[in-house]
């Protein structure tokens, strides 16, 4: 068989009249892929896809947003979490974590995994202080598979008893390495320290405190999976496929009024336990309202933005991501920190707003004044220059919209918000209110954040670290 001679084949075969064969087409000509002059400007979509909602009779939502492509990310999210346990059911929101996709009243352990498997789905279960979550992501073409899937690991699990204690097994070797692990305990034990109520409940389920069974577990479902606390969302299909499945799934479900949430009270407080390693110090004060006070929690987005930080070692080499405050006022200065970020867990009605950090424990005395100083510069008017809000509202623009590009982001997105707020509230809407934040802003939240009860968390070599009454003091 003769050589093929590229430039004779070229010369044989028409032009495509479009897509990708042209372009490669023209390359090997030697020409350019660029539009011509005269031909059309591309078209680019000048709003974000829809979210469609659907409230079913029994309260149940139904919600979706058409993002173009072959794969989509599907959940059910429900209104449900550790601060709905009570002291005989304290552990139970892990416990359903771990005993998602087992065996169900239809379904075999054996079989959920093989069905999940055939179809191509990554299937996940989550659990917080509020909610819960059940998630597939799977080509468009198997959304009514991964729906029934779903629909059935929620509403129909068995929970037998010997699945159960195979899981608290595994429940109480994780929890010996989280306990062992003082970056893994810290948020955990702020709010113990910080909230007496329902949000003071542990996510981890600890043996000593009780003991959990398959019984306890179909009563805490029956009780708090009900329908007007579920919401089926998905992202990357139309409305009316996902409609069409999610209706007669859940429709059945009974219209019983919603369980009233449990209350949680801020405190302030402490937790310290000597442990071995460095001293590992957060201080954290209440961001009143949650995520419901719309205008604060946009601004404290900002504001955790704006302090950043992070470890002292950059692994995107030297001096990425190095323009935050705790970067250029602690970890650039201070050669004994080793780790300074600031950080939120913020809820419905109310969230922890702070400062974390690591050093060794001879100097954590010192780390402690440095972080009472940091929260109290923030907090003084006129502290905030002109270029680091402008930076710290761009990079928290553009961190959402970054995570929007990811369909099971966007699902997630659906299905909290509305948990939350009972609607989407659009990205744009977002984005402008972010706009719209000043600097005076920030340090007004940052002097309120401050005002409310400091809760204090110390892991490891505590010996240096302040008293309470000491670290309250400096925020008189």
């Known amino acids: 068989m003769g050589k093929l001679n590229l430039r004779r084949l070229l ?245 019983v009024e919603p369980t009233p949430a449990p209350e949680s009270v801020y405190t302030g407080g402490e937790y310290r336990q000597a442990m071995g390693g460095a001293a590992h110090v957060a201080l954290g004060f209440e961001l009143e309202g949650g995520w419901r006070n719309i205008p604060s929690a946009t601004a404290m987005t900002v504001l955790v933005t704006l302090l950043g930080g992070g470890g002292s070692f950059s692994p995107g080499g030297p001096g990425k991501g190095m323009y935050s405050r705790l970067y250029t006022r602690v970890l650039n200065r201070y050669h004994w920190v080793q780790n300074c970020t600031a950080f939120h867990s913020v809820q419905n009605d109310t969230g922890l707003v702070g400062i974390s950090a690591v050093t060794e424990g001879a100097y954590a005395g010192d780390l402690v004044e440095v972080m009472v100083t940091e929260l109290k510069a923030v907090a003084a008017k006129g502290a905030i220059s002109d270029v680091e809000l402008a930076r710290a509202k761009k990079a928290t623009i553009s961190s959402v919209l970054i995570a929007l590009e990811n369909k099971a982001i966007v699902a997630e997105d659906i299905g909290r918000q509305i948990l939350t707020y009972d609607k989407r509230m659009p990205t744009d809407d977002f984005v402008a209110a972010v706009e719209k934040v000043t600097a005076a802003d920030l340090a007004a939240l940052a002097a309120k954040l401050l005002k409310t009860p400091v809760t204090v968390a110390a892991l490891g070599d505590v010996s240096k670290v302040p008293e309470y009454s000491t670290i309250a003091k400096a925020f008189q």
């Open 11 to 255: 010369k044989i075969l028409p032009k495509p009249a479009k897509g990708g064969l042209a372009a490669v087409w023209l390359i090997l000509k030697g020409g350019s892929n660029h539009a011509s002059p005269s031909s059309p400007a591309p078209v680019y979509a000048e709003t974000s896809p829809e979210t469609v909602i659907t409230k079913l009779p029994n309260g149940v939502t139904i919600a979706s947003e058409a993002i173009p492509g072959p794969t989509v990310s599907v959940g059910v999210f429900i209104d449900s979490g550790s601060k709905y346990e009570t002291p005989n059911s304290q552990g139970m929101s892990h416990l359903l974590e771990r005993m998602a996709f087992k065996s169900t009243a239809n379904r075999s352990h054996l079989r959920v995994t093989r069905e999940i498997e055939t179809i191509g789905a990554n299937a996940t279960a989550s659990a917080t202080r509020e909610q819960m979550s059940y998630t597939a992501d799977i080509l468009k073409t198997h959304l009514p598979e991964a729906v029934e899937i779903l629909a059935d690991v929620v509403l129909n699990t068995n929970y037998k008893n010997h699945e159960v204690k195979h899981e608290l097994r595994k429940m109480f070797t994780q929890l010996k390495g989280v306990t062992s692990n003082p970056n893994a305990m810290l948020l955990e034990v702020m709010h113990k320290a910080g909230y007496k109520g329902a949000l003071g409940n542990p996510l981890f389920w600890d043996p000593t405190t009780n003991s959990l069974s398959g019984n306890i577990a179909s009563q805490f479902v029956a009780r708090n999976y009900s329908a007007p606390r579920i919401v089926v969302a998905a992202a990357g299909c139309e409305h009316k496929e996902l409609l069409a499945v999610a209706e007669p799934l859940f429709g059945h479900l009974p219209p």
